[in-house]
């Protein structure tokens, strides 16, 4: 089965430490992104990779890092610069970059740090 | 996102009756979907819409975009538990073809 897999589902950190979150996927897609979810918010977009080797930052990309070594893996580190970081992060995929293709998302891993 | 404004932010309903939402923009969409999202989950997509006063139908659910493309609802007839999760608008709006805006959600409940 294709599709966007997301690990681990809930994560949970101590302050001042970073961390990584996993994005695969298996649908062939081009583009993948990082979004954010905070409760009664819509969703807001961290990170974007059009294609391997090249990410551009989304609105809120400071405290966040990505990087796109494989056209499958979408890793997002959440450094202990971002203010935040307990939030519900969801990643997404496309076929290629724009708007006129859906996206694809992963069921999402929830941070939380005390 | 204030780019796009979802109403209502919440919504009740009893199994069996109809129900719509809306997804309002100031500015005009290049394309608009639709999405559902069970709490905790990722999102499921519903439908595309790009042309103005288009609108597509899938199962229960009709969705329209107005011919001035500034704003889409989403309309269930016949409710039913399992249409019970928050339903999210999400817009191209022209600025970037790499993002997309999204309005910030209805929950949907449905009593049986």
């Known amino acids: 089965d294709g599709g966007i897999t997301q690990s681990p589902k809930y994560l949970f950190r101590k302050e001042g430490q970073n961390v990584t979150l996993s994005c695969e996927q298996n649908?062939?897609?081009?583009?993948m992104y990082w979004y954010r979810q905070d409760p009664g918010q819509g969703l807001r977009l961290i990170y974007y990779s059009q294609i391997v080797n090249d990410f551009q930052k989304g609105d809120i990309a400071e405290g966040y890092s990505v990087s796109r070594e494989k056209k499958e893996s979408f890793p997002l580190t959440v450094t202990s610069a971002q203010k935040n970081p307990t939030a519900f992060y969801l990643c997404a995929s496309s076929w290629a970059p724009g708007t006129q293709y859906e996206q694809y998302f992963g069921p999402g891993t929830r941070l939380t740090v005390t | 996102s204030q780019e796009l404004e979802q109403s209502p932010q919440s919504l009740i309903v009893q199994e069996g009756k109809n129900l719509t939402i809306n997804c309002t923009s100031s500015k005009t969409l290049y394309g608009l979907y639709w999405y559902k999202q069970k709490y905790g989950e990722g999102l499921i997509f519903l439908m595309m819409?790009?042309?103005?006063?288009e609108e597509k139908s899938h199962e229960k659910i009709t969705a329209k975009l107005d011919e001035k493309k500034q704003q889409s609802s989403l309309h269930i007839t016949a409710s039913q538990p399992s249409h019970a999760g928050i339903y999210l608008c999400g817009a191209d709006m022209g600025y970037n073809f790499n993002k997309f805006y999204f309005g910030s959600g209805t929950k949907l409940n449905v009593k049986p």
């Open positions: 819409l790009q042309k103005g006063g």
């Open positions: 649908l062939n897609h081009d583009a």
